[in-house]
């Protein structure tokens, strides 16, 4: 990996650490607020690519792990990693990861609109559908009632979702994934 690519990655971990001071949204039913977060995700897998975008998610989780507050409310540490959004952040390397796959696949005709369909997929459900199912377990609540109340996530995921589709599209000529396709 060269020292590009490295860079590029810790950048988007500090992104994603830099979203989490934007004030979260307590649900009160649900133990899991809504944050910006899943925007750099997203963002990560589409603009660094598969391993790139997995990578800045490990870095991240890394940083969550050695008790860094970049986790909302200033959060970080081990216990986080085992409470009711450890799913969700556990979900966050796979997303980015997949998200970048498809980007990848679709790069030298890449559209918006291809974009948002892998942020939707790996960026919205597979991470609600991870992060609903580990909190229901960790809670102990029933299956349903974990995914019923990440529903109240879905209308903030699909704007995320669309804005790093956009976001994406713009600064596109500067991706690693465009260094790639012309070397």
Do not use: H
């Not at 971990?13 to 977060?37: D, E, H, N, W």
């Amino acid at each position: 990996m060269r020292t590009k690519e490295l860079v590029y990655a810790a950048l988007f971990a500090a992104l994603i650490a830099v979203l989490a001071l934007i004030p979260p949204i307590s649900l009160g039913f649900i133990p899991v607020p809504i944050t910006a977060q899943t925007l750099g995700v997203m963002l990560a897998g589409c603009f660094l690519g598969r391993r790139m975008g997995a990578l800045s998610l490990v870095i991240f989780l890394i940083l969550v792990a050695v008790g860094l507050p970049v986790l909302p409310g200033g959060r970080g540490g081990l216990a986080v990693l085992a409470g009711p959004t450890a799913g969700y952040l556990f979900s966050w390397p796979l997303a980015a990861g997949l998200i970048g796959w498809c980007a990848e696949a679709v790069w030298p005709k890449v559209q918006a609109w291809k974009l948002l369909a892998a942020n939707i997929i790996f960026g919205v459900v597979l991470v609600n559908l991870i992060g609903a199912s580990s909190m229901a377990w960790i809670t102990n609540t029933p299956l349903w009632t974990g995914l019923a109340g990440s529903l109240a996530f879905l209308p903030g995921d699909l704007i995320k979702a669309l804005l790093a589709a956009l976001i994406t599209m713009q600064l596109r000529t500067l991706s690693p994934i465009e260094d790639k396709r012309r070397a």
